[in-house]
């Protein structure tokens, strides 16, 4: 990897073919933030142009360069289990803390992707009376701590404000829900390794303590082995190192 660039997704497949083709690539790994199988967008809830569109096809086709097309925090979770914080570990769950929670498992190097949708732990719902969520139920993990809601709930315009203002009721609220929520992915999947990443993660130090104890509290009992909880490593380029490293081996 040389280098790399970034700019704003645009709202429309045809002007992504546009940037793309001025960039001259031979191949492009496309990690999308919503539900994407087989070349497909299949949901797509912050970027509707794109529902039900394959997209791959469509990239390949106008900018003649090979295309793989997964998941972001698949992608996310694949870089941070080869290259990042869980290197050497087995079997990585990988979440992304930030607009909404993305979820990928890495187990011997491979993405686990189940019938195709695997791994979505923002929509488990963790209360059954809470609030709408984007995906047409109730009381999912991101309806509590996706980025929008839970800066509504506590009166900030951003993330950014919430961490500036270290409100201690707030963050509790962060780590308690999100520990449960881990908790129960834990008793599910037993990973070697958990990694935290996403704009959010960086606020860690925040929320860690209520989290701590919340995976403490709904782990079952007789668990006593301790999971590895780690901070990505990677960073904002966990997503590229995941899509570089399917790009050489589409099998992962
Ligand atoms: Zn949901």
């Known amino acids: 990897m040389v280098d790399s660039g970034a700019f704003p997704t645009p709202r429309k497949p045809d002007e992504l073919a546009g940037q793309l083709k001025e960039m001259k690539p031979s191949v492009i790994a496309v990690a999308f933030a919503g539900f994407a199988h087989q070349g497909k967008?299949?949901?797509?809830?912050?970027?509707?142009?794109?529902?039900?569109?394959?997209?791959?096809?469509?990239?390949?086709?106008?900018?003649?360069?090979?295309?793989?097309?997964?998941?972001?925090a698949n992608l996310f979770t694949l870089g941070e289990a080869k290259r990042g914080a869980a290197r050497g570990a087995r079997t990585v769950l990988g979440l992304t803390l930030g607009t909404g929670i993305g979820g990928g498992l890495v187990i011997d190097g491979k993405v686990y992707r189940g019938a195709g949708f695997a791994l979505e732990p923002g929509h488990m719902i963790v209360d059954p009376n809470g609030p709408p969520c984007g995906c047409g139920n109730r009381g999912c993990l991101e309806s509590l701590l996706g980025e929008e809601a839970f800066c509504a709930r506590f009166g900030y315009a951003s993330a950014k404000e919430a961490f500036e203002a270290g409100d201690e009721k707030a963050w509790d609220f962060y780590g308690y829900w999100l520990g449960l929520g881990i908790a129960n992915l834990l008793n599910i999947l037993d990973p070697d390794a958990v990694v935290l990443g996403g704009g959010i993660a960086g606020a860690t130090e925040l929320?860690?303590?209520?989290?701590?104890?919340?995976?403490?509290?709904?782990?079952?009992?007789?668990?006593?082995?301790?999971?590895?909880?780690?901070?990505?490593?990677?960073?904002?380029?966990?997503?590229?190192w995941g899509g570089y490293l399917l790009a050489e081996n589409p099998g992962d």
Not at 57 to 69: C, G, I, W
Not at 218 to 240: P, Q
């Open 41 to 72: 967008i299949a949901f797509s809830p912050n970027l509707p142009e794109y529902q039900g569109f394959p997209l791959a096809e469509f990239l390949s086709r106008e900018t003649s360069a090979r295309v793989v097309l997964d998941n972001d």
């Open 207 to 240: 929320f860690e303590k209520p989290m701590i104890a919340a995976i403490a509290g709904g782990t079952v009992k007789w668990k006593r082995r301790k999971t590895r909880l780690a901070r990505s490593e990677l960073g904002d380029k966990a997503a590229l």
